[in-house]
T-cell receptor, first 114, second 115 residues
Framework: DTGVSQDPRHKITKRGQNVTFRCDPI?????LYWYRQTLGQGPEFLTY????????KSRLLSDRFSAERPKGSFSTLEIQRTEQGDSAMYLC????????????FGSGTQLSVL | AQTVTQSQPEMSVQEAETVTLSCTYD???????LFWYKQPPSRQMILVIR??????QNATENRFSVNFQKAAKSFSLKISDSQLGDAAMYFC????FGAGNMLTFGGGTRLMVKP
């Protein structure tokens, strides 16, 4: 069990470019979550998957954002036409759906939009 | 909508002493969960302690304990015998029952531990 892995750890891009982040959850976990954390704030929920189905999307997830989990394993989060306001840390977490569900977080991808 | 408020942006404690971090929340739900997470400089959020709202007994995990006051919607974290490794950001979080792990977080409290 290597934990939740996120790649890249840091990403610097210019405004208007597209970026894609990857998250590899703990292997037996069927739920995968994306959160966004801006500087000095707590994380905010973006979306989550159970297996390959996207079950919830926050209003924070504008139409420039798209997340996928095609085979119910790893997930990607793409941001199109990045804006400076997209600069944040993007956290991925995974869990096994149960009555005592515990969330495990990755170390995040820090995005800077110049 | 649920909100979580942490009114202390920063706290400091002497090593081996006790410190209490405050958290209040607002919800109209009767069944929910509350959490404290720790985020060290490595950025990975780590679960410290969890409380189910239907349980009257306060949760404890080794040196960490909570004071859960459901009527007052208050959920404070007490860290006893503080250690240098406790220095981190601490986030209080809420989720309603049956909502997967869609957490609502507070703004965080930075805890500094003085040797």
């Amino acid at each position: 069990d290597t934990g939740v892995s996120q790649d890249p750890r840091h990403k610097i891009t210019k405004r208007g470019q597209n970026v894609t982040f990857r998250c590899d959850p703990i292997s037996e976990h069927n739920r995968l979550y994306w959160y966004r954390q801006t500087l000095g704030q707590g994380p905010e929920f973006l979306t989550y998957f159970q297996n390959e189905a996207q079950l919830e999307k926050s209003r924070l997830l504008s139409d420039r954002f798209s997340a996928e989990r095609p085979k119910g394993s790893f997930s990607t989060l793409e941001i199109q036409r990045t804006e400076q306001g997209d600069s944040a840390m993007y956290l991925c977490a995974s869990s096994l759906a149960s009555t005592n569900e515990k969330l495990f977080f990755g170390s995040g991808t820090q995005l800077s939009v110049l | 909508a649920q909100t979580v408020t942490q009114s202390q942006p920063e706290m400091s404690v002497q090593e081996a002493e006790t410190v209490t971090l405050s958290c209040t929340y607002d919800t109209s739900e009767s069944d929910y969960y509350l959490f404290w997470y720790k985020q060290p400089p490595s950025r990975q959020m780590i679960l410290v302690i969890r409380q189910e709202a239907y349980k009257q007994q306060n949760a404890t995990e080794n040196r960490f304990s909570v004071n859960f006051q459901k009527a007052a919607k208050s959920f404070s974290l007490k860290i006893s015998d503080s250690q240098l490794g406790d220095a981190a950001m601490y986030f209080c979080a809420y989720r309603r029952f049956g909502a997967g792990n869609m957490l609502t977080f507070g703004g965080g409290t930075r805890l500094m531990v003085k040797p």
